[in-house]
Structures are given as C-alpha cells and as structure tokens.
C-alpha cells in the first residue's frame, strides 16, 4: 500500500516527455510547492518554505499532460507516493522521493481553462469526435434563442 498526496503548485518547466523501450509514454514534471502562512502579529501573508516534487505520468495520460502543461503553470496534481533507493557509484546509499501521479490538470484559482475532451485509448492530443445526439445544446453552432435549453 502506498501513501497519497495532492500537490498544488507551480510547474517548474514544460514537461518532458520521453518513451521507454517498449514504446510506451512517460512524462517527468517538477512542481514547486510552497506555503503561504498568515503572520497573526502582522496579519500579513508570509510564504513559507518551497520544496520540489518529482512527478511521474506513465501511458497515454503522459502524451496528454506533455500538451497541456506549461512552465510557470499553477496545477493540482493527485498521486502515489514512491521511495526508490539505490547505491551510487561509490557505493553510498541514496534515497530520493517523487510522486506518481494518478490525475493532474490547471488550477482555477488565478486562470481560466477551456477543455477539450482527448481521444480515448489513442493516446493523442486530438480531440474526440462529439457524441451523436438529438438535443439541441450538444449541437455546436445550435442557436438557442432567449430560451434556457433545459
């Protein structure tokens, strides 16, 4: 079993993405975290330390997070975290820590988004043709009138 953690953060640069031996996409990002802390003697906000999470996206969400994250972006991002430890050259035992992440998308808190749904099981950035429907709100270019649709 391992722990869980939610990030909220900055992307510290775009996200690199890369694919293993057997051609499958993985995706590297670093969010800086920080805290923001009110001063109760100031009443200022104070922020507090900033610390760097190591993020891993494995399969066709790592194609989709590498076109929609930017550097400077604020993300919320969910995930598993993992311990890897290993020697070094010289033998010295070395411990580093990261995230391996479940879901990631933009904060609203200072930005607007526009999604576009991607392609299911392609593992591209296009986006999926609409669903047939016969309601009218689902038809792009529908006009509507004064009317409320539902």
């Known amino acids: 079993m391992s722990a869980t953690t939610t990030l909220v953060g900055n992307a510290t640069a775009d996200v690199e993405l890369r694919y293993s031996q057997a051609g499958k996409p993985v995706a590297n990002i670093t969010i ?13 906000w104070e922020d507090g330390d900033t ?7 494995f399969g066709s ?4 997070v590498a076109g929609s994250i930017t550097k ?6 969910t ?9 070094d050259k010289d033998g010295n035992p070395r411990t580093s820590v990261g995230v391996i992440v ?5 904060s609203l ?11 299911s099981g392609g593992g591209n950035n296009a986006p999926a043709a609409p669903a047939p429907s016969d309601e009218p709100w689902t038809t792009p270019g529908a006009s509507y009138g004064d009317d409320t649709p539902f």
């Open 109 to 119: 808190r200072y930005a607007t988004a526009q999604v576009t749904r991607a392609a």
């Open 102 to 106: 479940d879901e990631i998308g933009p």
């Open 32 to 44: 800086a975290v920080s805290d923001r802390k009110k001063n109760q003697q100031t009443g200022e």
């Open 72 to 77: 400077g972006m604020r993300v919320i991002a």
């Open 61 to 64: 969400m790592a194609e989709t």
């Open 79 to 87: 995930g598993r975290i993992k311990q890897d430890s290993w020697k």
């Open 51 to 57: 610390w760097f999470a190591r993020c891993t996206i």
